[in-house]
């Protein structure tokens, strides 16, 4: 008999060293967490305690040194090269501090690329991108050069892009780390909505702000994590 797991990421004993010898840094030690399917999940801690280095392993951009990382029950380092890129293209979605768009592309571009990418042709990317514009009013946005918005407008147009392909996970590392607190609080209603039906991660120092949203929070220190 089986007893399929109900949450969205499992981590089991996750380690993560970086260097050898003398000048490894253990900076997860045997960590083990869950996550929900959804909600709102905040991971906080000092700089340096190794929150971005947690979620590059929960995007595959990095694998733990030890221990195991499941999505919905499957060993995500071990997708073949084919799911991994379903998995980081289409099933999570994600926000940086610094928006990381293209700054020489119109708002509309750097919207529909995802999509592109997933082989979307290009009338049906430019619709679903349109109809995003629409939902969050930011129609004014869609042929502006993305390097001419503000900070508050970038991360808002960068949420959109990571919405497009319709993720399941919103992945977010200090979203609101380069906004004036307007604009964060802005960004945090809108991630706080979607955690409604997608789990949304987000890694913040901001602690006064985040607390008005999380629905859990990790906490890491010294390699350790408590929840
Ligand atoms: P945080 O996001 O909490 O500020 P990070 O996860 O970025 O912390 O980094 C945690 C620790 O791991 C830091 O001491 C950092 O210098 C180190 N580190 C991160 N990435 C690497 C890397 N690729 N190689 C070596 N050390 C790294
Ligand atoms: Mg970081």
Do not use: W
């Amino acid at each position: 008999m089986s007893f399929p797991y109900k949450g969205m990421y499992r981590l089991v004993n996750v380690s993560k060293t970086y260097g050898k010898g003398n000048s490894a840094v253990n900076v997860l030690k045997s960590v083990s967490l869950s996550f929900p399917r959804v909600g709102l999940v905040s991971i906080l801690g000092k700089s340096g305690s190794g929150k971005s280095t947690l979620l590059n392993i929960i995007t595959g951009i990095d694998s733990p040194t030890n221990g195991k990382i499941y999505f919905l029950d499957k060993d995500l380092n071990r997708f073949k090269s084919k799911d991994k890129k379903i998995y980081q293209n289409q099933i999570i979605g994600v926000l940086f501090q610094h928006f990381n768009l293209f700054n020489d592309l119109t708002c509309l571009e750097n919207v529909m690329l995802p999509s592109l990418v997933n082989g979307v042709n290009k009338l049906e990317s430019k619709k679903r991108a349109i109809e995003l514009f629409n939902q969050y009013h930011l129609e004014k946005l869609i042929h502006q050069k993305y390097e001419t918005l503000s900070g508050g407008e970038k991360q808002r147009v960068a949420l959109l892009r990571a919405l497009i392909n319709k993720p399941q996970v919103i992945i977010a590392d200090e979203p609101t780390g380069a906004l004036d607190s307007q604009n964060s609080i802005l960004i945090m209603n809108e991630l706080k909505s979607l955690s409604k039906d997608h789990l949304v991660i987000v890694v913040t120092h901001n602690e006064s702000l985040i607390k008005q949203y999380e629905d859990y929070r990790i906490y890491i220190e010294n390699g350790k994590v408590s929840k």
